[in-house]
Every structure is written in C-alpha cells, then in structure tokens.
C-alpha cells in the first residue's frame, strides 16, 4: 500500500538513512531495528527489505536473511538485485541448487549479464562442480573479457582441475587487466609452486619473479583480517560471502565471487571461536578496518579483548590496525599474543615477522617468516617475506 502522507515519508527516509549509516559503522543489530522501524510504517518497501537482509547477513544470520528476500521477491519477483542476494545467501546456506535458479532466472532474462554468469560459476566452484564453474566463466568471458575477477576465479578453477598451466595463463590475463592485486599475484606464485617435481625445493629466485615489480621496493603486505567460517576455510583460495551495502541499495548488485584482495572479516569457528558481546565488538573493528578508521577498530578490538582476552584473532586484528598506523612495536605486541594461544598459526607468524621487518630487525624477521614456511610451506606470503629479507641482508654486507 502506498504512503501518501509526506510526514510519514519523510520519517521512513530517515530511518532508511540512519539505518544505513548504522551499517557504515557495523552495527548492524541497531541497523536492523532501524529498517524494521521503517517496515513497520510500510511493509512493501523492497529496497529496505533488502538492506535488511544484507545486515543479516553480515551477523551470519542468513536464514533470517533468506527470509527477507523472499518478502522483496513476493513484492517485486523480478527484482534482479534482491535475486543475486538471494543466491548468495542460499549459496552461503549449502542449498546449490536453490542458488542456482536465482541467477538462471535473471540469465532468462537478460543472457547477456556477465555479472550472473560469473555468479553462477562462483556458486558452482564452492560446490566443488569446477567443470560446470569453469564453463560459466568462460560465458561470462565472452560478454565482458576485462574483468580481472572472473580471470581469477577461472584460473582457480583450472587449478582445482590440475590444468596448472593454463591457470598460470588465466592468472597472466587478470594480471595484465589489473595488476596490482595482491592475491591474483598470490594464486599464480601458488600455481608456479605446484608444477616443480615432487621433492624439488622452492627456488625463491623463481617465485620472486612471478611477483609484481613495484615489490623490488621491499614491502611485505600484512595477511588481512583472518577469521574462518571453519579452519579449512583459511587459506590462499577464498571466496567473500558478504556483499557490501551502499545508501538505500546499491546501484547494480554486487556479485558473488571468490575473494581476490583482502580476506573477508569473518570469525573463526571451533577451539579459536569468538562469543556473545565479544564476537559483537569484533564484528564493529572489523568494520572500521575496512573503512580505515584504524583508532576506532583498535578501541573495538579493545573491548572485545576486555569480555574474552585469550582470543587469538583480535589480538591479530588489533596488530594489523595498529600496522597500519605505523605503531610496529605495539603491533608486534599483538602478534605475540596471539602466537602465545596458537603457536602453529602461520598467518600470525607472518604478521609478526612483517612488523619486525619494518622495524629493521631483518634476521629475526628471516627466522619467522622461515617458520611460517615450515608451517605451511605453500604460502606465499612467507616465501616472499624471505625473499624479501635475503635481499635487504646482501645489501648490507
């Protein structure tokens, strides 16, 4: 039903507005009453149901995310934006099939959407249906041949397949599109590492050049925000479950894709789970993180370690922000922290041996980033950090 008092308009758009904001500073529980404020006065407003659903999710409640878009979709059952939404969360829920018919049904509509083709095959690739993947990236390919994503998640896919080679050569071509994301660089030096022989030991040399050349510069990128829906779940090849929410809604959906940049803000699941109050506050640093506003996410990051102070991801977290304003001393702190609750986490490892770099002890960093390498000797994260620290070494003798 429509509102025609312009009093009660008026009220809705603030609430859309603070709801919004709210979800800007990752309060998302505040951010929901808001938009049910907003229902409350009218019920048929898709665009708020979908916000609603999209802070939801981003509290890991995605039935009830479900549940909203459902609603949007009884209101506006062609609504393409509420329909990619949809899919992520089912995808996010394990119901592939489900997933599936929601990018089908905007293909039906429009075949010509890379974005949905892309989707479709990120839904397939967590499925482990990697044919089927690599079959709608290539379709999404064909209509738009200059997203670096998709290149990504197509050599990804490759990988999986143990068509290495040609992984290499899709990782080449989102390179030559955007060469300055980290994890594109990543995923190829992974790719490299895996055709040497069995037994053959890494040649550094050989990794380092498959990396981007402003690196020469000696800078070793921190391993981001690293919480885990599950412990399997962190590792190089990820994928972001959470699209990102911008004014009433955003202008064209956000697709759902294997992350190819910072790792997604989630938490760890099992013996290094964050609870209640706790888990909460976590939540909010990560949010102003990702925003930048480093002293707000490290004051978060402060109370969640005040409820449960033996967490070992805030601690990380809290040195990353602290990394990221310079505060290397204080930052290394952390690190320690967390390595003293689990001493075998290579992420941790490099971020201790990153700060230690920065602060000019370069053996000690040596020596921690060749742990992490022992931890898992895969990461490239930790074989660059060698790299890194052999070369500056040489120049001093």
């Known amino acids: 039903m429509a509102i025609d008092n312009p009093v009660i308009d008026t009220e809705v758009h603030k609430l859309i507005n603070k709801g919004n904001k709210l979800v800007e500073s990752g ?18 407003l898709t665009e708020v149901l979908n916000n609603k659903a999209l802070a939801l999710a981003r509290t890991w409640r995605h039935e009830d995310a479900l549940k909203c878009y459902e609603k949007a979709l009884e209101i506006k059952p062609d609504d393409e934006e509420v329909l990619y939404n949809k899919g992520i969360a089912l995808a996010t829920l394990g119901k592939t099939s489900e997933a599936i018919l929601c990018y089908d049904k905007i293909l039906k509509k429009n075949p010509g959407d890379a974005s949905a083709w892309c989707s479709k095959g990120d839904v397939y690739f967590e499925s482990g249906k990697y044919e089927e993947a690599l079959h709608e990236y290539d379709r999404s390919i064909e209509i738009n041949p200059k997203d670096e994503t998709v290149w990504n998640n197509r050599g990804l896919t490759l990988a999986k397949l143990d068509r290495i080679p040609e992984a290499v050569m899709s990782y080449d071509t989102a390179l030559e599109l955007n060469p300055t994301v980290e994890k594109i660089w990543s995923n190829k030096g992974l790719a490299l590492a895996k055709m040497r022989q069995t037994g053959e030991s890494i040649d550094l040399q050989k990794i380092a050049s498959t990396l981007h050349k402003e690196e020469a510069e000696i800078v070793i990128p921190e391993q981001e925000i690293i919480a885990s829906v599950t412990t399997s779940d962190r590792q190089e090849e990820s994928h972001v479950p959470i699209p990102v929410l911008s004014e009433v809604a955003p202008e064209k959906p956000v697709p759902f894709y294997i992350n190819t940049g910072t790792e997604p ?60 304003e310079d505060k290397y001393e204080e930052a290394l702190i952390c690190y320690e922290k967390a390595l003293e609750i689990d001493p075998d986490d290579y992420v941790y490892l490099n971020n201790k041996g990153n700060a230690l770099y920065k602060m000019g002890d370069i053996k000690t960093a040596l020596k921690t980033f060749g742990l992490a390498f022992e931890k898992n000797p895969e990461n490239m994260t930790s074989i660059r950090g060698m790299e890194l620290c052999i070369k500056s070494l040489k120049k001093t003798m």
């Open 265 to 324: 803000f989630r938490i760890n699941s099992g013996k290094n789970a964050v609870t209640g109050k706790s888990k909460e506050y976590l939540i909010k640093g990560n949010a102003f993180f990702n925003e930048k506003k480093y002293a707000q996410a490290i004051d978060f990051f402060d109370i969640s370690l005040q409820m449960e102070s033996n967490n070992c991801i805030t601690w990380n977290n809290k040195g990353l922000a602290l990394a990221r």
């Open 27 to 44: 309060m998302y529980n505040d951010a929901i009453q808001s938009y049910d404020k907003a229902l409350e006065i009218n019920p048929q």
